[in-house]
């Protein structure tokens, strides 16, 4: 928890940054709109499973169309469990930009937690919560954005589409189960999605900036073995249980091989030239 709030903090920098004009002058009146409307977000449980997403579909949706978005919402087989497409029109001459968050969240320890996970606590300038940082913060951030350029009538080449979705943490209904059939009420041109980091320091001056073109993807898998049963005093030499143990063990062992995409090596090369407050691990010297 507590690398979690230190990297709370410049979140909510970024967000200030990215939605505010300033933050710190909100804060001295009330809470940044930002900041409010991500303390709504964490005090709705969506801890998946089940997930309850359409729980803040439901909350964002009016909030939209009082702004002129086109919003639709998405339910899936999963009682409860739903994505939110909010679309505010451009002239079209440009295809669309999407900017995609998820709403659910990993289940919490609560014996970890020092501060209620679901309460949406505000403390030392920082907005403390399940789903603060991954992905709740990044919603609200992107509806927020979203919504002052409808608020400010900003002229649009293209359509900003929002969407709020679910499953990402796990379940079956996530962003490839609704491309399926809403393929079309998607379509961009580009989308920003979760990752990479805006980093501010003293005054507000950005410091670091970090775009995540890819992530690690999962592999699953099931193993099997085969052996001969025996009564447990006797075990076999071919007893299955312990082939599993040493396929289990050759799999905790093993290491993925570093290899340098061409973005990566560019990351490399931007981090060694920021400043000595760069967060994340130098990679000066790696192949
Ligand atoms: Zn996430």
């Known amino acids: 928890m507590t690398r979690l709030y230190a990297r709370l903090v410049p979140l909510l920098a970024a967000l200030a940054m990215i939605a505010t004009p300033s933050l710190a002058q909100a804060r001295r009146d ?20 089940p997930g309850n997403e359409g729980s803040v579909a439901a909350l964002l949706a009016p909030r939209f169309k009082a702004l002129g978005f086109e919003t639709e919402i998405i339910p899936t087989p999963e009682p409860g469990k739903a994505h939110l497409i909010a679309r505010l029109r451009g002239n079209g001459s440009k295809r669309p930009i ?6 659910d969240v990993v289940g919490v320890e609560r014996e970890k937690w020092s501060v209620d996970p679901f309460a949406g606590i505000v403390k030392d300038g920082a907005v403390m919560g399940r789903g603060a940082i991954d992905f709740k913060g990044g919603i609200a951030v992107f509806a927020r954005a979203a919504m002052m350029l409808a608020e400010r009538k900003v002229p649009l080449d293209r359509d900003v589409i929002v969407l709020v979705e679910a499953d990402e943490e796990g379940g079956k209904y996530g962003t490839s189960w609704l491309a399926r059939d809403h393929w079309s009420q998607i379509a961009c041109e580009f989308a920003l999605n979760e990752g990479g980091w805006i980093i501010t320091g003293d005054g507000g001056a950005v410091r670091y900036v970090s775009i995540s073109t890819a992530d690690k993807g999962g592999a699953q898998l099931i193993v099997s073995a085969a052996g001969t049963s025996t009564h447990s005093s006797m075990p076999l030499k071919d007893n299955a249980i312990f082939a599993l143990s040493r396929a289990m063990a050759r799999i905790a062992e093993y290491e993925t091989p570093v290899t340098r995409s061409r973005d990566q090596q560019g990351s490399a090369a931007a981090r060694d030239h920021a400043d000595d407050h760069r967060p994340g691990i130098s990679q000066r010297g790696l192949p």
């Open 30 to 49: 009330s809470l940044d709109p930002t900041a409010a409307l991500l303390v709504e977000l964490i005090r709705i449980n969506t801890s998946n499973p």
């Open 98 to 103: 999407l900017l995609a968050a998820h709403t």
